[in-house]
T-cell receptor
């Protein structure tokens, strides 16, 4: 079974703080993704990476950056958290053929 | 461009049927369906490729009408375990990133 692990399930951060969300996968998949999930808006792609050190912007990259130094690890960084970034963040991976496997999500509250 | 899902929500009694639609204004290569239960990760259900195919998975099946750029998910004789939010993800060409719809909330009552 594919395992996608998000290190933090629930976080509360203050406005302006730097936030790191970590994701690790154990299936040697090339592609990794960060989505944001909000009620009524579905899953929106923030960034994705198709190889180590490679990244591409998704649909809503503003206010976020990513890092992929190792194939199995993909980090989402909020340089200066704001209240409108309160959301659920989902990491996902995919091999060729594009079936996506999701992690369990990280609930971030920015106060 | 985000696909449009309909309905936004549906409530069923056990044993009833439901159809969830996913429409795109652009030509599609594939449509993926996922189900997410409350507090859990979305789980892959099935993928339909261009060519108008239909697939089945127990009492859950789906079709893809390439000409209409629309996919439909059919849930027959629904069970309590079918409750959750259903997402379609569309892909415009092979290897492109998936774009997901806003989701359809399905609740099955006993």
């Amino acid at each position: 079974d594919v395992k996608v692990t998000q290190s933090s399930r629930y976080l509360v951060k203050r406005t302006g703080e730097k936030v790191f969300l970590e994701c690790v996968q154990d299936m040697d998949h090339e592609n990794m993704f960060w989505y944001r999930q909000d009620p009524g808006l579905g899953l929106r792609l923030i960034y994705f990476s198709y190889d180590v050190k490679m990244k591409e912007k998704g649909d809503i990259p503003e206010g976020y950056s990513v890092s992929r130094e190792k194939k199995e690890r993909f980090s989402l960084i909020l340089e200066s958290a704001s209240t409108n970034q309160t959301s659920m963040y989902l990491c996902a991976t995919a091999a060729s053929g594009n079936t996506i496997y999701f992690g369990e999500g990280s609930w971030l509250t920015v106060v | 461009q985000q696909p449009v899902q309909s309905p936004q929500a549906v409530i069923l009694r056990e044993g009833e049927d439901a159809v969830i639609n996913c429409s795109s204004s652009k030509a599609l290569y594939s449509v993926h369906w996922y189900r997410q239960k409350h507090g859990e990760a979305p789980v892959f259900l099935m993928i339909l490729l261009k060519g108008g195919e239909q697939k089945g998975h127990d009492k859950i099946s789906a079709s893809f009408n390439e000409k209409k750029q629309q996919s439909s998910l059919y849930l027959t004789a629904s069970q309590l375990s079918y409750s959750g939010t259903y997402f379609c993800g569309t892909e415009r060409k092979y290897g492109n990133k998936l774009v997901f719809g806003a989701g359809t909330i399905l609740r099955v009552k006993s």
